[in-house]
């Protein structure tokens, strides 16, 4: 089974628990790391919860969330491998997965999205990495850790 794991704040709990209900009814396994309740807890706490289970291996990819998005993708971009999106609709998370081959998705629970969240998960699983030129610009990418 495809796995995926996910972490939130209290920022992001309704959202949260609706994507990995969403997840499962798609057939992934779904590691969720996050808080349950509304006691404050920290996203970069969540973050890297998240980023050091996925590195054991087997993820197809992470899905991060607080209030807003930022602090949590912000957190998880300071670790090493991590190419975390913060898409706004459909078609940046898209991009996120064609362009970027993101490897972790965030999501803000207190953001008015345009388009459904839960769609633009879907349009980022439903991608594909295109390689190409942009494995080159995700090279330099990569090369900007530690610098
Ligand atoms: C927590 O109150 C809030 O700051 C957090 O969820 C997030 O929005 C930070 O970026």
Not at 3 to 26: P, R, S
Not at 70 to 94: D, E, H
């Amino acid at each position: 089974m495809k796995k995926i794991v996910m972490a939130n704040d209290h920022g992001a709990v309704d959202l949260a628990l609706k994507m990995k209900a969403h997840l499962e009814e798609k057939g992934f396994e779904v590691n969720h790391l996050g808080t349950i309740d509304t006691a404050s807890v920290d996203y970069p706490d969540m973050a890297q919860k998240a980023v050091e289970e996925f590195r054991k291996g087997d993820y197809e990819f992470g899905v991060l969330l607080c209030g807003t998005g930022i602090g949590i993708s912000i957190s998880a971009n300071k670790m090493k491998g991590v190419r975390c999106a913060l898409p706004q609709n459909c078609y940046a998370a898209t991009m996120a997965k064609q362009h970027n081959n993101a490897n972790f998705i965030a999501f803000g629970g207190r953001i008015e999205y345009g388009e459904d969240p839960i769609s633009i998960l879907d349009a980022f699983i439903s991608s594909e990495f295109e390689g190409g030129r942009h494995q080159r610009r995700i090279d330099k990418i990569m090369a900007l850790e530690g610098k």
